[in-house]
């Protein structure tokens, strides 16, 4: 079966228009916390990334990358869950479809302490829709860029967060909308020592000021590992 019609294949450079593999890991999270039969799994996935797309065409969802389960590919991940198991929270800043929450959920972390947030209402529907947990996940994930005052609030709550995720969001700025987003960061945190802040970021060998693929009017900063010190 073929994921898309070819007439309507982008004319994107990051748009892979079959999916090859199915990560296990992401095979398993879909089986197991969401309940989807494994002779549906990659046809589920391949609805959700066409729904997704048409939202917001961007690369870690035209190539497939939301399937990799990233923030737990980081060397601190364990730290997290182990903070998470002892009461910590944990914000996931710009958390796209949510893959992230869902594994630290399905690792043991309870969900009441795990948030997340996204600009786009229309992402936060298909990541409901990828893992089937809206009745049962419902105030996990609000509406708010990385600019938002209220992004870092868990809903209904009015404590801080001990844990900040910032995976893929910091490309997408220029130097200054990145200390806005680190000076967000620091502030929806609580006030006290041994606090974790952690994620990725796609940078290059020269750090500077680069077109951003996805609007040719936008600068975005790139680092090398210098200027992420700096920033």
Not at 69 to 85: D, F, K, T
């Amino acid at each position: 079966m073929e994921d898309t019609r070819e007439d309507e294949v982008p004319a994107i450079s990051w748009f892979q228009k079959n999916l090859d593999i199915v990560p296990d890991a992401m095979s398993q999270l879909l089986k197991t916390y969401s309940g989807i039969q494994a002779e549906d799994v990659r046809h589920h996935i391949v609805q959700i990334r066409e729904q997704a797309w048409k939202i917001t065409p961007y690369p870690c969802i035209g190539r497939w990358m939301f399937l990799q389960l990233n923030m737990s590919l980081n060397p601190v991940y364990p730290e997290a869950l182990r903070r998470l198991q002892h009461r910590a929270k944990l914000l996931d800043l710009g958390c796209g479809l949510g893959q992230d929450i869902r594994k630290l959920i399905h690792d043991g972390a309870p969900a009441r302490d795990v948030y997340g947030c996204d600009a786009s209402q229309g992402l936060i529907d298909a990541d409901y829709d990828l893992f089937r947990d809206r009745s049962t996940l419902p105030n996990a994930i609000i509406v708010a860029d990385a600019f938002d005052s209220e992004a870092c609030m868990p809903p209904g709550s009015e404590a801080e967060v001990d844990i900040v995720a910032a995976g893929s969001i910091f490309h997408l700025f220029g130097w200054q909308e990145q200390l806005e987003v680190a000076e967000r960061i620091v502030g929806c945190m609580r006030s006290r020592p041994g606090l974790l802040v952690f994620g990725h970021h796609l940078g290059h060998v020269h750090a500077g000021t680069y077109p951003f693929g996805l609007d040719s009017g936008k600068m975005i900063f790139k680092h090398d590992e210098a200027s992420f010190k700096r920033l």
